[in-house]
């Protein structure tokens, strides 16, 4: 258990709805980080925060958006969904921005779309 | 634009003898290189990493070997154990302090036969 708490574990939704998927970050841990892994890929990563600030945006879509609320918990939310993001979102976090921090990820949120 | 790259999708070794996943990468400002190990149905699980100034570290079974001239870095996992069966992914950290996210690879399934 890597104290990454991430809900749901898994999805099922329509083209064009909209979810949000939630991630609790380790105690203590003020960066969360959201990556993306579709099938036969490798994790992209989407978006960081710290502290509750945007501190890197990676390939991600304009219908997604993150935010890091104060109690540092992060929701992602994806809007006009597509099947093509069909994936597994995982959410990850460290004690800072500081190169070499080790990240810690979650079991990741299962997002079907039909 | 793969920055990092696993060009082995699988590996299959014998119980004992010596598991070596490879690495790649084309970007010059990694700070740190970071191996993470994933079970199906997991997130990814932290495993050894290795400074851009080292060039070897080692943890118990695990050493990491970064060879900056070829922008090369390698896990040998020693004796290999069934256990050990999951998909590794290689994983980069830039330098330059704003961020620490992490470039990931495609992976590489290993199989070790009991």
């Known amino acids: 258990d890597s104290g990454v708490t991430q809900t749901p574990k898994h999805l099922i939704t329509a083209t064009g709805q909209r979810v949000t998927l939630r991630c609790s970050p380790r105690s203590g841990d003020l960066s969360v980080y959201w990556y993306q892994q579709s099938l036969d890929q490798g994790l992209q990563f989407l978006i960081q925060?710290?502290?509750?600030?945007?501190?890197a945006k990676g390939n991600i879509l304009e219908r997604f958006s993150a935010q890091q609320f104060p109690d540092l918990h992060s929701e992602l939310n994806l809007s006009s969904l597509e099947l093509g993001d069909s994936a597994l979102y995982f959410c990850a976090s460290s004690v800072s921005v500081v190169s070499g921090n080790t990240i810690y990820f979650g079991e990741g949120s299962w997002l079907t779309v039909v | 634009d793969q920055q990092v790259k696993q060009n082995s999708p699988s590996l299959s070794v014998q119980e004992g003898r010596i598991s070596i996943l490879n690495c790649d990468y084309t970007n010059s400002m990694f700070d740190y290189f970071l191996w993470y190990k994933k079970y199906p149905a997991e997130g990814p699980t932290f495993l050894i990493s290795i400074s851009s100034i080292k060039d070897k570290n080692e943890d118990g079974r695990f050493t990491v070997f970064l060879n900056k001239s070829a922008k090369h870095l390698s896990l040998h996992i020693v004796p290999s154990q069934p256990g050990d069966s999951a998909v590794y992914f290689c994983?980069?950290?830039?330098?330059?302090?704003?961020?620490?996210?992490?470039?990931f690879g495609t992976g590489t399934l290993l199989a070790v036969q009991p």
């Open positions: 994983a980069a950290s830039p330098s330059g302090g704003a961020t620490n996210k992490l470039i």
């Open positions: 925060y710290y502290n509750g600030e945007e501190r």
